[in-house]
């Protein structure tokens, strides 16, 4: 797994999952630290490979901590509780975490780049997700981020169209 994630990784589980437990030492390794249960995580095969639970367990341990704090760097306060559902939608157990999620915004194919969005709001968001999560997700899946190639993945591999 990349040396970015084991760094990240406590202080994601820190904020996902137990937001109340005070100022423990949350970025040691210790053994009187709360058991981690991606602790010593290792993959264990590309993610296309992988069966659902193996996968659940990869986006815990591994898609989570890497893109928390790309969006807390990017919103704060509306990314406090960035999780599962923050990609999947709170329907994410009955829709089985099925990708593209048609809950969020519906990116229509005529409006690249998104960062050169008339609407202030999409423009900032387009950039964001130009630079930070498309490009980044598509490396942790294994997948290509180079338009054309067959292992594409970008934008719609999370949005819906309109
Ligand atoms: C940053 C966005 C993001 C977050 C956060 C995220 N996922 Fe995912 N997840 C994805 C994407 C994108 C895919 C689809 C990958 C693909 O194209 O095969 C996916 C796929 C999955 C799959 C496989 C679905 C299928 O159809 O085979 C499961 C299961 C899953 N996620 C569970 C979770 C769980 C549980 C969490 C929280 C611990 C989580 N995900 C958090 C983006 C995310
Ligand atoms: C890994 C999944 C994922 C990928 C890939 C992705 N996005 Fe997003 N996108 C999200 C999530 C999650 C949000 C925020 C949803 C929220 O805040 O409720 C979002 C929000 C947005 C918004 C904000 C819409 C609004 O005004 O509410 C825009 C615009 C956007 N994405 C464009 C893009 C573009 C353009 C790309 C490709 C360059 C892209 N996204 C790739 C997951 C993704």
């Known amino acids: 797994m990349p ?6 990784l406590s202080l994601s589980l820190f904020l996902v999952a137990c937001p109340t437990t005070g100022d423990d030492d949350d970025a040691s390794n210790d053994d009187d630290a709360v ?7 290792e993959a264990p095969s590309e993610f296309d490979d992988m069966n659902d639970d193996e996968k659940r367990d990869y986006m815990t ?21 960035f999780g599962c559902d923050t990609c999947h939608g709170d329907d994410r157990v009955e829709r089985e975490h099925e990708m593209p999620n048609p809950d969020l915004y519906r990116l229509p194919l005529s409006g690249f780049p ?36 067959p292992d594409f993945f970008g934008c719609y591999g999370c949005h819906e169209q309109p």
């Open 114 to 149: 998104f960062s050169d969005d008339p609407d202030p709001e999409v423009a900032v968001y387009g950039d964001f997700m130009e630079t930070e999560v498309s490009g980044n997700m598509a490396d942790l899946l294994g997948r290509s981020s180079e338009f054309g190639d």
């Open 35 to 41: 058991a981690d249960p991606c602790e010593g995580y």
């Open 3 to 8: 040396v970015r994630s084991l760094l990240f």
């Open 61 to 81: 341990c591994v898609v989570v901590p890497e893109m928390a704090p790309r969006f807390q760097e990017f919103d704060a306060d509306e990314y406090a509780n």
